[in-house]
């Protein structure tokens, strides 16, 4: 995998830009981070087929504690807000463009990406959980404000999850 990029532009070249990117549907996963601009590209397939093995797997112990889960949305306010791959958030909540919080977010992590950089975002905005899950090194830790290392917002051990997962 390539090195991430850094690129400014600015004025109409910017504008024309992310004008022609949102025309191609290129920015669903575009983030801004305290009003920087990121592009992130779509993941390999075979994080979307963890992401909803993933969902299924844990949808009916979630239902039962009046969670569902959200795939790829805006967390966060305008100007400031991420992509997590998945999140799991009440059933009640209210979804808008730019959903305040969530009570468990999930990243599946990438060489070279930048889950790991979003964990302080996420628990700024008082997610309970952030699970980040490595398909490469078959693993998964729980990060919560207590420094938990299990879900105890669904009862489970990473270890529970990866075998969920079939690892």
Known sequence: MTAPTTFVAHGGALDD??????????????????????VTPHAHASHARLAIRLV??????????????????????????????????????????YVPTATIVVEIVSPDDASRAKVPFYLARGVREVWLVDPEQRTV???????ASHSQVLDLTTGEVAGLLGW
């Open 141 to 147: 830790e729980v990060v919560t404000p207590e420094g």
């Open 17 to 38: 830009w992310l004008e022609r990117r949102r025309a191609l549907g290129l920015d669903k996963r575009d983030e801004i981070w305290d009003g920087i601009y990121h």
């Open 56 to 97: 299924v797997a844990l949808h009916g112990r979630a239902a039962q504690r009046g969670l569902e889960g959200l795939a790829e949305f805006n967390l966060g306010v305008e100007n400031d807000f991420r992509v997590p791959d998945l999140a799991f958030v009440p059933v009640d909540a209210e979804l808008q463009l």
